[in-house]
């Protein structure tokens, strides 16, 4: 069975850092483009950052940007997002996404873009 796992997410007060792992099992990441997304509690889905398959390329959204990393490790078949410098506005359940693509460039925070979808890790950032 093709499945995304998110982990890494908690509890961290502002200022903190978290990094998130998108782990997947029953197919490779090689060919995968990745994207991370959040969804905070009555808003819409949005893109926080991508990668492409080989890691060469990534983009992030202006509100993370210089705060968050994207990484990947093809040997282990996971994808980071190390997330600093963390404010209450980064509260959100965070997902990754993969699509067979190399790298979707400016579409790679269309959520319809995406195959798979993990479940989610929740991440609350608080004091």
């Known amino acids: 069975q093709l499945q995304l796992v998110e982990s890494g997410g908690g509890l961290v007060q502002p200022g903190g850092s978290l990094r998130l792992s998108c782990a997947a099992s029953?197919?490779?990441?090689?060919?995968?483009?990745i994207g991370w997304f959040r969804q905070a509690p009555g808003k819409e889905r949005e893109g926080v950052s991508c990668?492409?398959?080989?890691?060469?390329?990534?983009n992030y959204a202006d509100s993370v940007k210089s705060r968050f990393t994207i990484s990947r490790d093809n040997a282990k078949n996971t994808v980071y997002l190390q997330m600093n410098s963390l404010k209450p506005e980064d509260t959100a359940v965070y997902f990754c996404?993969?699509?067979?693509?190399?790298?979707?460039?400016?579409?790679?925070?269309?959520?319809?873009?995406?195959?798979?979808w993990g479940q989610g890790t929740r991440v609350t950032v608080s004091s």
């Open positions: 990668i492409s398959s080989s890691g060469g390329s990534a």
């Open positions: 996404a993969a699509v067979f693509r190399s790298w979707l460039g400016r579409n790679c925070y269309n959520p319809g873009e995406y195959h798979y």
């Open positions: 029953g197919f490779t990441l090689d060919y995968y483009a």
